[in-house]
């Protein structure tokens, strides 16, 4: 008895629970026999994370060792509600439950860990409260997976690599159905959005709430035994002079830690991402329209900036109800600010928005495209804001950032609140994960962060690839933010064989989220298409109110349905070389039948048809083909 009575007295201070409102999800925190913080996930009884650390370590505090747990506060309800311009839902109402743990390290310095439990999820961060400097060292999360998960990761890229030394853009192939503890094939790691399956429970793992005071994370490329650790941005990830990591003059917060956790369906349902990112920026709602974009580059590359074809893009945008056009580099020394006042008055008369494309680098790669450098501090910012608006000219997509670095996620940050201040809507490329910046700043209506399309135009490689990366992205990259993919031709591509039949390249306008769509297919191309499968594309919905997951496994196959309105549009694609049957539930959309364009018998075919709802919908998707349909 003598033994036991301390440790039975010191299990309160040791060990605490909290549920998630629907009593499914169960997160334990405690401190173990070697005064570490820990914690583990379970639902609905299975385990879907096993003990794993938690903790920091500042160059003023170990914030990860001798740990004794001070206080935890009561458990309360957390509910937020807000809108998205560029999301699977219009109207998001979130709640969780939430828990602050406070604890003190051997020095007696306190910091605390707030805890989320979400029906769809757990979400965590750190403070650490007081005056003076916060300078970041290391993170010791870790989210260790029981044997037998498997795991869906895209590489990190090296810093520095690639073309022009444009690396990390976040523009790898996945590595689909492998083991959980599979190394990283460089030690830059893996991206976020990161996907895992733990017996019936599935989970991505992600980060939010980014302020531009903390550097973007991600899992280190060692993960022996299936437990993954957070990872920080490599060295040459920075602005000239700027910090790699946080370094904070008084209190310090991290990011969110998001776990979505349940079935697949419940994860393809969540906002989580966004559901930890701030609440939104002040923004003219007058200028915040979502939309489809006609877009020359993709196909026609440099030779297509020019005035006269930019004409005939913006033609082509107004023929299909489309209202932006994108000039994409180079167009301050290949049509000039003159013309580009032209086009965007010529645009305007049509009911078409101007974007124009800039070039975010100054020293940090090789890139030539301009306009370049004109975004580095806030007085050229000001200026070359005042001189766009000038022009006529709506939105800037800005390209070729500098990586995950404290000091380039801080640019990101000066950026995006300028712009909101100049109305300016924006688009980045070549750039990191977006991290739930769709909420904070609504203008944000896309970010690339993806091998895209323009990648399936290089080489013929990465053209049979694309069949079932895209398969892929819906339950990654695309789960929580917008994302640049650049989808659809239905046409030739000079050069390369198309993998995909037109049904798989028609259903991604519906399956990719992305606040502006920029479709690839030229006039010509689009020229050649059905008159019923125009007048589809002419009517898609540029913001979207619901989203249903129907059925899907990563990188094979994906069903999915979004309502606008009252209207339901379902989509999916099959990346398998052999058809696919499908039996659908539909019976939530009553006695309707919709209008039913997939594969013809050629690759570049369509046949057109009808499909009645119901509990049993059948359906038969064509190798590498798709679907689109329409329910009024």
Same mark, same amino acid.
């Given at each position: 008895?003598?033994?036991?009575?301390?440790?039975?007295?010191?299990?309160?201070?040791?060990?605490?629970?909290?549920?998630?409102?629907?009593?499914?999800?169960?997160?334990?925190?405690?401190?173990?026999?070697?005064?570490?913080?820990?914690?583990?996930?379970?639902?609905?009884?299975?385990?879907?994370?096993?003990?794993?650390?938690?903790?920091?370590?500042?160059?003023?505090?170990?914030?990860?060792?001798?740990?004794?747990?001070?206080?935890?506060?009561? +458990?309360?309800?957390?509910?937020?509600?807000?809108?998205?311009?560029?999301?699977?839902?219009?109207?998001?109402?979130?709640?969780?439950?939430?828990?602050?743990?406070?604890?003190?390290?051997?020095?007696?310095?306190?910091?605390?860990?707030?805890?989320?439990?979400?029906?769809?999820?757990?979400?965590?961060?750190?403070?650490?409260?007081?005056?003076?400097?916060?300078?970041?060292?290391?993170?010791?999360?870790?989210? $260790?997976?029981?044997?037998?998960?498997?795991?869906?990761?895209?590489?990190?890229?090296?810093?520095?690599?690639?073309?022009?030394?444009?690396?990390?853009?976040?523009?790898?192939?996945?590595?689909?159905?492998?083991?959980?503890?599979?190394?990283?094939?460089?030690?830059?790691?893996?991206?976020?959005?990161?996907?895992?399956?733990?017996?019936?429970?599935?989970?991505?793992?992600?980060?939010?709430?980014?302020?531009?005071?903390?550097?973007?994370?991600?899992?280190?490329?060692?993960?022996?035994?299936?437990?993954?650790?957070?990872?920080?941005?490599?060295?040459?990830?920075?602005?000239?002079?700027?910090?790699?990591?946080?370094?904070?003059?008084?209190?310090?917060?991290?990011?969110?830690?998001?776990?979505?956790?349940?079935?697949?369906?419940?994860?393809?349902?969540?906002?989580?991402?966004?559901?930890?990112?701030?609440?939104?920026?002040?923004?003219?709602?007058?200028?915040?329209?979502?939309?489809? $974009?006609?877009?020359?580059?993709?196909?026609?590359?440099?030779?297509?900036?020019?005035?006269?074809?930019?004409?005939?893009?913006?033609?082509?945008?107004?023929?299909?109800?489309?209202?932006?056009?994108?000039?994409?580099?180079?167009?301050?020394?290949?049509?000039?600010?003159?013309?580009?006042?032209?086009? $965007?008055?010529?645009?305007?008369?049509?009911?078409?928005?101007?974007?124009?494309?800039?070039?975010?680098?100054?020293?940090?790669?090789?890139?030539?495209?301009?306009?370049?450098?004109?975004?580095?501090?806030?007085?050229?910012?000001?200026?070359?804001?005042?001189?766009?608006?000038?022009?006529?000219?709506?939105?800037?997509?800005?390209?070729?950032?500098?990586?995950?670095?404290?000091?380039?996620?801080?640019?990101?940050?000066?950026?995006?609140?300028?712009?909101?201040? $100049?109305?300016?809507?924006?688009?980045?490329?070549?750039?990191?994960?977006?991290?739930?910046?769709?909420?904070?700043?609504?203008?944000?209506?896309?970010?690339?962060?993806?091998?895209?399309?323009?990648?399936?135009?290089?080489?013929?490689?990465?053209?049979?690839?694309?069949?079932?990366?895209?398969?892929?992205?819906?339950?990654?990259?695309?789960?929580?933010?917008?994302?640049?993919?650049?989808?659809? +031709?239905?046409?030739?591509?000079?050069?390369?064989?198309?993998?995909?039949?037109?049904?798989?390249?028609?259903?991604?306008?519906?399956?990719?989220?992305?606040?502006?769509?920029?479709?690839?297919?030229?006039?010509?191309?689009?020229?050649?298409?059905?008159?019923? +499968?125009?007048?589809?594309?002419? #009517?898609?919905?540029?913001?979207?109110?619901?989203?249903?997951?129907?059925?899907? #496994?990563?990188?094979?196959? +994906?069903?999915?349905?979004?309502?606008?309105?009252?209207?339901?549009?379902?989509?999916?694609?099959?990346?398998?070389?052999?058809?696919?049957?499908?039996?659908?539930?539909?019976?939530?959309?009553?006695?309707?039948?919709?209008?039913?364009?997939?594969?013809?018998?050629?690759?570049?075919?369509?046949?057109?048809?009808?499909?009645?709802?119901?509990?049993?919908?059948?359906?038969?998707?064509?190798?590498?083909?798709?679907?689109?349909?329409?329910?009024?």
């Amino acid at each position: 008895m003598r033994i036991l009575a301390p440790l039975l007295l010191a299990l309160p201070a040791l060990a605490q629970a909290l549920n998630s409102p629907d009593g499914q999800l169960r997160v334990d925190v405690a401190v173990n026999a070697e005064r570490q913080l820990v914690y583990s996930v379970q639902r609905a009884g299975q385990p879907v994370l096993l003990a794993s650390r938690l903790g920091l370590l500042l160059e003023q505090g170990d914030f990860a060792n001798g740990l004794k747990l001070v206080a935890a506060s009561p +458990v309360t309800p957390h509910r937020e509600r807000y809108t998205l311009a560029a999301g699977k839902k219009g109207r998001v109402d979130y709640r969780a439950n939430e828990q602050r743990f406070t604890l003190a390290n051997a020095a007696g310095q306190q910091f605390s860990v707030t805890l989320r439990a979400s029906d769809d999820g757990v979400a965590f961060r750190y403070s650490v409260p007081g005056p003076g400097r916060k300078t970041f060292q290391d993170e010791l999360t870790r989210f $260790a997976f029981p044997a037998g998960a498997r795991a869906w990761l895209q590489p990190m890229s090296v810093a520095k690599t690639g073309w022009k030394r444009t690396n990390p853009s976040y523009e790898e192939h996945y590595q689909m159905d492998v083991p959980v503890g599979t190394p990283a094939p460089s030690p830059a790691g893996w991206a976020f959005p990161a996907l895992f399956r733990a017996g019936a429970n599935w989970v991505a793992l992600t980060e939010a709430g980014m302020d531009g005071r903390f550097h973007a994370s991600r899992l280190a490329s060692d993960s022996a035994g299936g437990s993954y650790r957070i990872g920080g941005p490599d060295a040459r990830e920075v602005q000239a002079g700027g910090p790699l990591l946080a370094d904070v003059d008084g209190p310090l917060t991290t990011p969110w830690r998001v776990l979505a956790i349940g079935p697949l369906k419940t994860l393809m349902e969540s906002t989580l991402g966004t559901d930890l990112a701030a609440p939104a920026v002040a923004f003219d709602p007058r200028r915040l329209q979502p939309g489809h $974009a006609s877009w020359s580059w993709a196909l026609l590359k440099d030779e297509g900036t020019v005035f006269e074809v930019q004409k005939r893009f913006i033609d082509h945008a107004a023929d299909m109800g489309w209202n932006y056009t994108l000039v994409d580099a180079d167009w301050d020394r290949k049509i000039g600010d003159a013309k580009m006042k032209e086009l $965007a008055g010529y645009a305007k008369a049509k009911g078409v928005s101007l974007l124009a494309w800039y070039n975010s680098s100054g020293d940090w790669n090789d890139t030539e495209y301009s306009p370049k450098g004109a975004l580095l501090t806030k007085d050229a910012r000001a200026r070359e804001f005042a001189r766009v608006k000038a022009l006529g000219i709506q939105g800037l997509k800005v390209d070729f950032f500098g990586g995950d670095g404290a000091s380039v996620m801080g640019y990101y940050v000066d950026i995006l609140k300028e712009a909101a201040d $100049a109305g300016l809507l924006l688009n980045f490329h070549g750039a990191t994960l977006p991290r739930g910046w769709s909420r904070t700043y609504p203008h944000l209506m896309t970010v690339e962060a993806v091998k895209g399309f323009e990648f399936a135009t290089f080489t013929q490689q990465d053209q049979d690839a694309v069949v079932r990366h895209a398969a892929m992205l819906p339950f990654a990259r695309n789960l929580f933010d917008p994302m640049d993919f650049t989808p659809m +031709v239905f046409g030739d591509i000079p050069g390369i064989r198309r993998a995909t039949r037109n049904g798989f390249e028609l259903a991604q306008g519906v399956l990719f989220l992305s606040g502006i769509q920029h479709y690839a297919e030229t006039p010509e191309g689009m020229a050649t298409v059905p008159a019923d +499968v125009k007048g589809l594309l002419r #009517e898609l919905p540029r913001r979207w109110d619901e989203v249903r997951f129907l059925a899907g #496994e990563p990188g094979r196959f +994906v069903v999915l349905a979004r309502r606008a309105g009252r209207q339901w549009f379902l989509a999916g694609l099959n990346a398998d070389d052999a058809p696919r049957a499908l039996t659908l539930d539909l019976a939530w959309l009553g006695r309707r039948e919709g209008q039913l364009i997939t594969d013809g018998a050629g690759e570049r075919e369509f046949r057109q048809g009808r499909l009645a709802a119901g509990p049993a919908a059948t359906l038969t998707l064509a190798p590498r083909g798709g679907f689109v349909a329409r329910f009024r």
